[in-house]
């Protein structure tokens, strides 16, 4: 006699293995992303995008103006970004997340937070050429150096490496002139984050701007204030896709029970730390290669969420 199969469906909670007592493993939030999300969903949550304004603080003596504000969009990741070439002119780059873009030689590449441009040499690059670029925190923004694999078949070489900067903090920069024409930066948590100068660019402690001098010079203690406020949808959760640029392709969360976010905006339980899963019950967006949940497991890993 024929059998009809049992489908079992996803419960609420049902990836979990452990977890601490009480509700210290689980918080309350936002879904985003006007879709219906299934429990056991790898959450990424939108932290970047954010709006500046400058004020002066006071009465400033100088009546230079202050430029459009940049925050930065896509911030740099510290760690070790592996490039690896496909073929003769064609590579691809993985972010310390995990997180990948492609570029081809001769051509500026940047994305993922960095910046450069690989030059052929004489000796074409053949497929599993590399070169290792390692970036290092610094006070203002990261730094990068791009170094070749010592194996490599290709003597192409890398430009420098810029890079876009960290995160902006939210909350009140301070910047105040030293002198006519020099001032000094400090983000909200009261860390100086660089020095600049009155027509020149700034970019530090993820902001970039320009200060431009008027007929009347500044003098020192002339001051201005930069509000960082956090842009729409900032905070919120939604499914985590490898190749989004909002901070939400960094693995954040699993969601506890499912919930439809297709109308609007809907509140939910997420679980973001203290806790023990069940690798083979977690649901990765498509955009996730092998590699890329690896990846987003270490990040889960980095939380408190340890898969078994």
Known sequence: MAQTPLNETWHD?????SQANGHRYIDQAVLTGAAKVLAGTVLGKKTVGATAVAAALGTNTGNGTFGAITPVAVPTQIGVYNLVFTDATHFTVTAPNGQTANGSTGVAFSALGIGFTITAGGTAFVAGDTFAITTTDAQDKPSAVAVAGGGNTGNGTSSAVTTTGHAPQLGVYGVEFDDATHFVVTAPNGQEVGHGVTGTAFSGGGLGFTITAGGTAFVAGDSFTVTVAAAAGAGKFLTSVATAVDGS?????????????TLGDVACAVVTRSCEVNAS???WDPSYTPAQITAGLAALAAIGIIAR
Do not use: H, N, S, W
């Open 13 to 17: 909670g049902g990836f979990l293995v």
């Open 249 to 261: 392709q960094t693995p954040a969360g699993i969601l506890y029970g499912t919930r439809d976010a």
């Open 281 to 283: 019950e977690l649901i």
